[in-house]
C-alpha cells in the first residue's frame, strides 16, 4: 500500500460500530504511515460489533463537538447495524462530515456507514455502493449505486461489506496519497 505519511484522518464512529469495518482500516492507515484519530459522539470507549454480537471497544480520541474537518486530510465511516444510527442523528456529527466535501478531502464509508452521508445529503449526483439493503436508499438519495466492492467518485470512496475491506483500504489510501479531488463536492 501507499505512504500517506504526514496525513492526519478521522475515523467518525459510535457504539455500534462493525469491528472489521473499524479496526482494519484503521491499521490499513496506520500501516500507511497516517495518523487516525477516533473521533465520536463522546470521549471514552465505545462498543463494537461483530455482525450481531458484542466485540472489542475502541478507544475515543476526541468528540466530535470539539472538532474540525479542517484539522483532518481525510474521514473515514465505518458501518455497522448501529453506528450509522447513532451518528446521523447528531447535528454536529451532519456538519463535520459536510465540511469534508465542502472542503473537497477524501471520504470513505463502507457498509451502513453511507447512511451517513445520505443524512448529512451529499450523496446527489454521485456514484456509490452500500450494504445491499442500503442501496435502494441511496438510491432515494440521488447517488448512482453501482453493487461493486469499490466504488471511487473523485475522492469519495464506497464499499459494500467486511468482505470488501481489503479492496476498500487500497482506494482510500490512493486517494488521500493524490492529495487532490477535483470532483469531491456536495
Known amino acids: 500500500m501507499g505512504d500517506i505519511t504526514g496525513t492526519t484522518v478521522a475515523i467518525l464512529v459510535a457504539d455500534g460500530f462493525e469491528e472489521s469495518e473499524f479496526f482494519d482500516p484503521k491499521q490499513a492507515l496506520e500501516d500507511a504511515c497516517a495518523r487516525v484519530e477516533v473521533v465520536s459522539l463522546k470521549t471514552g470507549d ?13 478507544k475515543v480520541d476526541k468528540a466530535v463537538k ?7 486530510d481525510a474521514l473515514v465511516i465505518p458501518g455497522g447495524l448501529f453506528n450509522p ?8 456529527v451532519i456538519d463535520f462530515v459536510q465540511d469534508f466535501f465542502t472542503q473537497k478531502k477524501p471520504v470513505g464509508a463502507i457498509c451502513h456507514g453511507p447512511q ?15 450494504f445491499k439493503t442500503v442501496q435502494p436508499d441511496l438510491e432515494l438519495a440521488g447517488a448512482k449505486v453501482r453493487d461493486e466492492a469499490v466504488v ?7 464499499s459494500r461489506k467486511p468482505d470488501d475491506i481489503p479492496a476498500f483500504n ?17
Not at 451517513?116 to 456509490?128: D, F, K, Q
Not at 482510500?172 to 477535483?182: D, M, N, P, S
Request: glycine share 10%; charged share 35%; net charge neutral.
Open 66 to 72: 470539539d472538532v474540525r474537518a479542517a484539522d483532518y
Open 46 to 58: 465505545i462498543q463494537g460489533f461483530k455482525h450481531m454480537d458484542k466485540s472489542r471497544t475502541a
Open 152 to 158: 471511487v467518485d473523485g475522492g469519495l470512496v464506497t
Open 170 to 186: 487500497a482506494k482510500l489510501i490512493e486517494e488521500i496519497g493524490e492529495g487532490k479531488h477535483r470532483r469531491q463536492a456536495a
Open 85 to 92: 444510527d447513532h451518528l446521523r442523528g447528531d447535528p454536529d
Open 116 to 130: 451517513v452521508l445520505m443524512t448529512a445529503r451529499v450523496c446527489e449526483g454521485r456514484t456509490m455502493t452500500a
